[in-house]
């Protein structure tokens, strides 16, 4: 297609006017391949190629990839990854203070953890014996014993750590990633979620929102089964012949049409479109395809046993995303499992048995084919529990210390970070908040947290709003 | 003034995002910029495009319309020229002598923060060394409140005198051409009749003209021709429908409560919904449609003690207006402290609608601390809330449902309870005659197990166990305590079986100490539990094959929970408790009420299906489920015991049915005639059932009832616990008028039941000649020419304060809201000045003058090409397809989630195929084809849409089941409807689809498709139709037909 050149002038003009920036850029990814193709990117500014839909970052990125494997419902970081022999000492005696409970009505005594921890790796990082797998590849991670949110309801807690407001309606930091990188393979989305077979997690769709960012950068979910994407298959009844005959017949129309609006971009933009789409037909099933991968490979993720097959399958299959350009890959669970209000114990070795295993495999996989470098993959839930029963085996929510690790990307290795008081109840040491948490990922990924903005409200919106939050890079996590 | 950077763009991007200019150029000029890329500053900078810019970003907060430090205020050129108490802070030309420059010079500002970029800090100095080119040349000595041009009173304009009359219809053409002929442009030619009517259609309506609208048009030579069609659509019902939709996204309408993931429903909303729309088909005035949303209780006298008429129900109706915002109140769970801020933040949720629909300003911002762009304090916030707290008091919180009322006049409810009284006698005739007939003929069944509870408490035990049959582990945690009143703990007392639970989570349980095999052997053969429920509770809860309870061993399940609800089903957890737990749906139909007897029958369909049917008063009920062997183990039968699921029961009975072969004759024949005769009583009860009078209608409306004025603090930093000082009601003072507007001056005498502070605040924001009604009716009009024109005269619709964008054609807008309010605000003349102006009847083609002068159509030298909103779009394809429910009003047609996790409305519903704004508005649920195309899941309001062009929407048009049922209805219908040749065939298509015959070529390329696309389906019956199909398929992606010229 040539007519790309009719308003490559009136880009320059536009770059020419705002200063080369991010956000041109981004109106170039929004002009599919036409666009892209006419979008002249300054040589040596961008990463991956130069015919990709790939914005500028503000700074040299360590990585230009996510995973995040999110755990749903507060992972309780004292029978995980944050050992508390005190609690072991305590455990039955009333919790000495005050004490944020969520359920007021069923504050039990300190209850110790069950699970033994030993220290692994090289870094000698201590984690739980429910975790042999994540046990294995601690060098590979900076674990953060310190995270602390500001709510104990789940939603709440959900809409701060992926967009970093309390209310519904921000975007999440998935879709500012996407906004500021862009896509690097246009036939698939920038950002995809891969969602449990299982159903929706707590607060649903709305934990890839792009809120008030264009919902261009939203979330896709690819769901499993044969449609991942909602109307990607062609009907049934359609022969390929009779579906080009239907394409080359709309070309004709719209081609005749255009011709009134040579100029009009839009009308440029959705004529190609109708070819990405049928791209997208090709590469969506071959991303999730995985009938090329090996027995070595399928039995890493545990794709052989029945406990660990689906996540297993997700894991891998967020590996091939990330491989073929995917900017942000996210997991969720169907509900919100970790939440062990009762039965904590029991119900942590169940969790732990379907995660463990495929989110270590995640990481050695991107590791031995060298995508760990610059692919980040996180770990963690909404908020941690408290050091106390809820009942009599129960843990309640806990905004005060929560656990999460972070692997590749430009994070540091084998590296554990902050540190909670003697029962686990508050971070103490090198506090962690989800904002500095927010600041430092986009910075791995070449953005700033302060420059990465969209309007809103009138005035320039954030991902951290620096104004109200004062969000700052945690330098100590970065290799 | 001098147009916005939109200027320097060509309409290619005005349809992208109009909201990423504002990221690039007003918002934060430092957004994306580096360092390291070159200087590339304009040749002559200029105030308004490039200096207001960064001194918004980087110096207003302290030096703004909020915040004067150095009594310096940075947001508009006026401040800029008058400067601070330290003098002018800017010299046209030296830079050297101006305090700006010097402070930005040597970082001594922004204070605290990081210093202006090389870049920032060469453009503001060209800009003073060039001159300062932008600043007005006089300012006032006024304070800067009422410089802000939003905030003033109306302005008068004078209709411009322009050089090239040909063009001019009305004074809209004259604002406009007046801003194109500087450029040496003029308002483009009259676009051709089939354009028009089709623009017009789409634009007054939302839908396109149907043939015979376009053929009387066409064949109408008269000069009024064009004027007698806006004034037939602005006549159709479906102009409210059209318009209406535009309001209630400005209203944050939705029909869920949103806030948290339970969404839960807003049954009663679509009669706001409905009142919009009625109320726009009306014309009702605007002023007084906002004051009957704003205090329509208020306004009508509402009191729980008088009787209600037509018109009062209206206004309460209207009030719902307020009820818009996210409000998850109930569904709230957690500390006092979480479950209050969740009160807190409907009202929160309330004043941002209020703050974006009504005045344009960004009061949200002012809830933490004063508003740092707008001249709008913290106390003004709050102010605004204690106008709506007396509704929504904290205090006295009632839940969304609670809020709900009975609206009908004294006449219909008389004629209800009739009516309802001969419906009850007949039902209970039916039911009488039936239970006699069943106790003369009952069922033959065998007893397994059976307690009465007349036995001594002590001996509670010897039946039921807190550990399951089997188990070693008891059910949950803390264990149930068999003969205590200590909860968790069950007992006997008169006779009954008492289940008090300790209100606390975990999943606690008891069981009976037999085991029952809950998988009958032989087909039709069934095992069946009841018990009578003496005492309710919201959830009654009841196990059955009750295993391993604590789930420990994998292979062994069981645990099959059902939670029966007061209003209706019972809800099944099968595996329970645990996190691999699953939810197979509901049973029954009946609420758990006192007084009857419930259980559950598990039958053996065959083929290893056992249908779990509800029992109430030992007959089953519809909506079944069915389980395998695999989910029913041998166990207990069990009572849970947790979360609000205190109950009391008695008679507890598990039963088998008794196999055919050992039946004695006599019982065999009983048997037969009881299964007819049941099938019989039911049929005659579910038909009774149906002619039961609907109950008197519900309504959602906004009360205030108490004339006391709650106290209301400010909260600082918006934390409700922290209170700050005590604010009275009133509307935010940069709208007040000295003079005559002051909010409550006259309360009237015969409002008795409320405070009448929201009547005071209506009154107040629509009296004309008020800076408040002025700010009301340009954020009105400007909202209106967007959706006219795709782009309001102010870009940013909700947001006509300092940090807004500027006006286009600030002149026009001060023009429309006078005449709005001269109008006696009636929408329909604004729009019909809009419509019948020239620049509406324009051509979208633009000339190359046209797209040289004004490139991105700021200035509208074109109709702007427009795409179909999601709404639309749907109807649209509905309408093509011939298969449009035209019908108007009442409850919404629910949506669903449909496997691939797409959200569809089922084709089978009778309100599939409606416009989409009676779908279901769901916030967490928006339709997939009207989210893809644009439409907004609300979560407070939307008062602009942003447009996309996406991959998936080409799936969604090609691959869709939706796309694909719309095309094969129009390959039908014009197959049906016209006889004959191709030719005429085509015509209509293309008539029906795009509004327009066929060009030459267009035919041609369609004529050789079909041709092509029969052979590709040869051999079968219906191989014309399948061609005809994928043709209406493509006219329906086509661009022409996506796409309002």
């Not at chain 1, 709440?156 to 921000?170: M, P, T, V």
């Not at chain 1, 950002?191 to 008030?212: A, I, K």
């Not at chain 1, 491989?323 to 732990?352: I, Y």
């Not at chain 2, 179909?868 to 009442?890: I, K, P």
């Amino acid at each position: 297609m040539n007519h790309s050149n009719s308003f490559a002038p009136c880009r320059r003009a536009f770059l020419g006017r705002s200063g080369l920036s991010l956000g041109s850029l981004a109106l170039a990814h929004l002009m599919s391949e036409t666009g892209a193709k006419g979008a002249g990117l300054p040589e040596g500014n961008s990463f991956g190629g130069p015919d990709n839909l790939i914005n500028l970052p503000h700074h040299k990125p360590t990585a230009d990839a996510v995973i995040c494997l999110f755990q749903h419902g507060g992972p309780s970081q004292m029978d995980l990854f944050d050992p508390k022999p005190d609690l072991t000492k305590l455990d039955g005696k009333p919790y000495q203070g005050d004490l944020e409970v969520h359920f007021s009505g069923q504050k039990g005594n300190v209850l110790a953890s069950p699970f033994r921890f030993s220290k692994r790796g090289q870094s000698g990082i201590e984690l739980s014996e429910l975790l042999p797998h994540t046990s294995r590849i601690v060098d590979e991670m900076t674990l953060v014993r310190s995270v602390v949110t500001e709510s104990v309801d789940h939603e709440s807690a959900l809409r701060l750590i992926h967009s970093g407001k309390f209310q519904a309606g921000d975007p999440t930091w998935g879709s500012w990633v996407t906004y500021g990188l862009g896509s690097a393979n246009r036939n698939l989305p920038a950002y995809v979620v891969l969602s449990d077979p299982g159903g929706l997690p707590v607060d649903g769709t709305r934990n890839w929102t792009s809120g008030w960012l264009p919902a261009l950068y939203q979330g896709t979910a690819f769901r499993p089964g044969a449609n991942p994407v909602a109307n990607l298959a062609t009907p049934a009844d359609l022969t390929p012949a009779a579906r080009k005959n239907q394409l080359r017949l709309l070309e004709h129309f719209n081609k005749e049409h255009l011709s009134r609006y040579p100029q009009n971009a839009e009308l440029h933009s959705r004529i190609s479109n109708f070819e990405t789409a049928a791209r997208m037909q090709t590469a969506v099933p071959e991303a999730l395809d995985l009938s090329s991968e090996d027995q070595a490979t399928r039995k890493l993720y545990g794709l052989d046993q029945p406990e660990t097959a689906e996540y297993g399958t997700r894991c891998l299959v967020a590996r091939r995303l990330v491989e073929r350009g995917v900017r942000f890959v996210q997991l969720f669970m169907a509900g919100q499992p970790w939440d062990t209000h009762s039965n904590n114990a029991a119900s942590l070795k169940g969790l732990c048995k379907r995660t463990d295993q495929p989110s270590a495999a995640l990481v050695h996989d991107l590791k031995q084919r060298g995508l760990l470098d610059r692919t980040l993959v996180m770990w963690g839930g909404e908020f941690g529990r408290l050091p106390i029963s809820q009942g009599k085996d129960g843990r309640d929510h806990n905004r005060h210390a929560n656990s999460l690790w972070i692997a590749g990307g430009g994070f540091r290795k084998g590296y554990c970070h902050g540190m909670t008081d003697e029962l686990g109840y508050k971070a103490v040491k090198d506090v962690v908040n989800v904002h500095d948490l927010h600041a430092t990922l986009l910075h791995t990924l070449g953005l700033d947290h302060k420059r990465l903005t969209y309007p809103h409200d009138g005035r320039p919106g954030s991902l951290t709003d620096i104004a109200v939050t004062k969000a700052e890079i945690i330098k100590d996590l970065l290799a | 003034m001098k147009p916005l950077s939109f200027s320097l763009l060509r309409p290619m991007w005005q349809t992208v995002l109009i909201g990423l200019f504002l990221a690039l150029f007003s918002a934060s000029e430092s957004a994306f910029s580096t360092e390291s890329q070159p200087l590339d500053l304009p040749n002559t900078p200029d105030f308004q495009t490039d200096v207001a810019p960064l001194l918004k970003n980087r110096c207003v907060r302290c030096h703004g319309p909020a915040k004067q430090d150095a009594k310096l205020n940075l947001a508009l050129g006026a401040g800029v020229v008058r400067g601070g108490k330290n003098g002018k802070a800017v010299i046209p030309g030296k830079s050297d002598a101006s305090l700006l420059w010097q402070h930005v010079a040597d970082n001594s500002m922004p204070k605290g923060e990081d210093p202006l970029s090389n870049r920032e800090k060469n453009l503001l100095r060209k800009w003073i060394e060039g001159g300062a080119q932008g600043l007005p040349v006089r300012v006032s000595a006024k304070s800067e409140g009422d410089e802000h041009w939003a905030f003033q009173k109306l302005q008068p304009t004078i209709i411009p005198t322009v050089k090239n009359r040909s063009r001019i219809h009305n004074p809209v053409d004259g604002f406009l051409q007046n801003h194109l002929e500087r450029k040496g442009l003029a308002i483009g030619p009259e676009a051709s009749k089939p354009v028009l009517i089709r623009r017009v259609a789409f634009d007054v309506t939302g839908l396109p003209p149907s043939i015979a609208e376009t053929q009387a048009y066409l064949s109408d030579h008269s000069p009024q021709a064009y004027e007698n069609m806006v004034e037939r659509y602005l006549a159709s019902p479906h102009y409210g429908e059209r318009w209406g939709k535009f309001w209630l996204d400005t209203a944050g309408y939705a029909d869920s409560n949103g806030y948290f993931n339970a969404d839960t429903d807003r049954p009663l909303a679509w009669r706001y919904r409905d009142y919009v729309i009625d109320s726009l088909n009306r014309d009702l005035p605007f002023d007084q449609f906002i004051r009957e949303q704003l205090a329509g209780d208020e306004i009508s006298r509402y009191s729980p003690k008088l009787p209600l008429n037509p018109d009062s129900i209206r206004m309460l109706t209207a009030t719902h207006f307020l009820r818009n915002s996210p409000d998850g109140t109930d569904s709230s769970d957690g500390n006092e402290d979480e479950v209050r801020a969740d009160k807190y933040a409907v009202l929160e949720g309330t004043a941002q609608i209020l703050g974006s629909s009504l005045l344009g300003i960004t009061l949200q911002c002012a809830r933490c601390h004063n508003h740092k762009f707008e001249p709008v304090s913290q106390a003004d916030y709050y102010r605004l809330q204690a106008i709506l707290y007396p509704a929504f008091n904290v205090d006295k919180w009632s839940k969304p449902s609670q809020r709900d009322i009975v609206a009908a006049t004294p006449a219909e409810l008389e004629a209800h309870k009739k009516a309802l009284l001969v419906h009850e006698g007949e039902m209970k005739k039916i039911r009488d005659r039936q239970k006699e007939w069943l106790s003369r003929n009952p069922e033959p069944v065998r007893i397994l197990f059976q307690d009465d509870f007349n036995e001594p408490n002590a001996t509670v035990a010897s039946h039921w166990s807190s550990t399951a049959p089997g188990d070693d582990a008891p059910l949950g945690m803390p264990v149930v305590q068999l003969d205590s009143k200590q909860a968790p703990a069950v007992n006997i007392t008169n006779g009954t079986l008492q289940i008090v639970e300790s209100g606390a989570l975990g999943d606690r349980a008891i069981s009976t100490r037999q085991s029952f095999d809950w998988t009958p052997a032989k087909k039709d053969s069934w095992i069946q539990v009841r018990f009578d429920l003496i005492k309710g509770a919201p959830y009654v809860g009841y196990l059955i094959a009750l295993g391993d309870y604590n789930d420990i061993k994998n292979k062994h399940k069981g645990n099959i929970l059902f939670d029966g609800a007061e209003s209706g089903q019972a809800k099944i957890y099968l595996d329970y408790p645990g996190p691999d737990g699953t939810q197979p749906g509901a049973i029954g139909e009946s609420g758990y009420k006192p007084g009857k007897n419930y259980g559950v029958r598990i039958t053996n369909i065959g083929d290893g299906n056992f249908q779990v049917a509800q029992l109430v008063n030992g007959l089953p009920e519809n909506n079944t489920v069915n389980l395998k062997k695999k989910d029913l183990p041998p166990g207990g039968f069990g009572f849970a015991l947790c979360c609000g699921r205190s109950y009391v029961v008695d008679n507890v009975r598990v039963e088998s049915s008794v196999d055919p072969t050992e039946l004695t004759k006599a019982q065999m024949e009983t048997s037969g005639l009881r299964k007819s005769k049941s099938g019989e009583f039911t049929k005659q009860i579910n038909a009774l059932q149906k002619r039961k009078p609907a109950d008197p209608p519900m309504l959602a409306p906004v009360l205030d009832l108490s004339p006391k004025i709650p106290t209301v603090h400010i909260l600082e930093r918006g934390v409700h616990k922290n209170r700050g000082d005590k604010v009275d009601p009133a509307p935010p003072a940069v709208l007040m008028d000295s003079v005559n507007n002051k909010a409550w001056e006259n309360k009237p005498d015969d409002l008795v039941l409320s405070t009448g502070n929201r009547l005071g605040f209506a009154r107040w924001i629509t009296r004309p000649d008020t800076r408040a009604s002025a700010l009301l009716a340009r954020v009105t009009v400007n909202r209106w020419w967007q959706n006219h024109f795709g782009r309001g005269i102010v870009a940013t619709p909700d947001n006509l304060g300092y940090s807004g964008s500027p006006p286009s054609h600030p002149e026009l807008l001060e023009y429309l809201a006078t005449e709005l309010i001269r109008s006696g605000w009636s929408q329909k003349a604004i729009h019909r000045m809009v419509l019948c102006s020239n620049a509406f009847r324009q051509t979208s083609n633009p000339t190359t003058d046209a797209l040289n002068g004004d490139e991105d159509n700021t200035l509208l030298s074109r109709f702007p090409l427009k795409r179909l909103d999601a709404e639309a779009l749907r109807d649209a394809m509905l309408f093509t397809s011939g298969e449009l429910n035209m019908a108007q009003g009442g409850p919404y047609t629910p949506t669903t989630r449909g496997g691939d996790g797409e959200v569809i409305v089922p084709e089978t519903h009778p309100g599939a195929k409606r416009r989409s704004l009676y779908l279901q508005q769901r916030r967490t649920q928006t339709t997939g084809i009207l989210e893809l195309f644009d439409a907004p899941s609300i979560v407070y309001n939307c008062t602009i849409r942003m447009p996309t062009t996406v991959p998936l929407q080409s799936l969604i048009m090609l691959n869709s089941p939706f796309a694909r049922m719309r095309s094969e209805a129009f390959a039908k219908r014009v197959l049906k409807e016209v006889p004959g040749e191709n030719h005429a065939k085509l015509t209509q298509a293309f008539q029906l689809a795009w509004g327009r015959p066929p060009t030459e070529a267009e035919e041609s390329a369609a004529n050789i498709f079909l041709i092509t696309q029969e052979s590709e389906y040869k051999g079968m019956p219906n191989s014309v139709e399948c061609a005809w199909i994928d043709l209406a398929n493509m006219l329906l992606a086509a661009n022409a037909f996506l796409y309002v010229e």
